[in-house]
């Protein structure tokens, strides 16, 4: 079991910036191998993707929504998941949440890719994100 932590959330003007963090509880542990994935929900929506990182390519995915103004990445010690938000838009207020699952062993970058939010095996509470105009 994998408890995810989330923090980073606040409150901001449109056009200010806010870094979000998400982090294994427990120690040691790392995201060795594993898809990674920023969502959010704002209220009266559904959850949507926001970003995605594998760690077993390197290979990662942004919303066009939020395209050129967010920025995942993972740090080289690969336990934490950070999300870089800019230039945040009133439209950007949701509650964040980040996922995990462990990419099975042998298999492509497109298992990640392919992998359904439903799918991911972990998931944290979350940490509201307010953008006021």
């Known amino acids: 079991q994998v408890d995810l932590v989330e923090s980073g959330g606040g409150s901001v003007q449109a056009g200010g910036s806010l870094t979000l963090s998400c982090a294994a509880s427990?120690?040691?542990?790392?995201?060795?191998?594993?898809?990674l994935g920023w969502f959010r929900q704002a209220p009266g929506r559904e959850r949507e993707e926001v970003a995605r990182?594998?760690?077993?390519?390197?290979?990662?995915y942004v919303a066009d929504s939020v395209k050129g103004r967010f920025t995942i990445s993972l740090d080289d010690a690969k336990k934490t998941l950070d999300l870089q938000m800019n230039s945040l838009k009133s439209e950007d207020t949701a509650m964040y949440y980040c996922a995990a699952s462990r990419n099975p062993p042998y298999v492509s970058g497109d298992y990640c890719t392919n992998l359904r939010q439903d799918e991911f095996n972990y998931w944290g509470q979350g940490t509201q994100v307010t953008v006021s105009s």
């Open positions: 990182f594998n760690d077993g390519d390197g290979s990662e």
């Open positions: 427990g120690y040691p542990y790392a995201f060795d191998d594993y898809c």
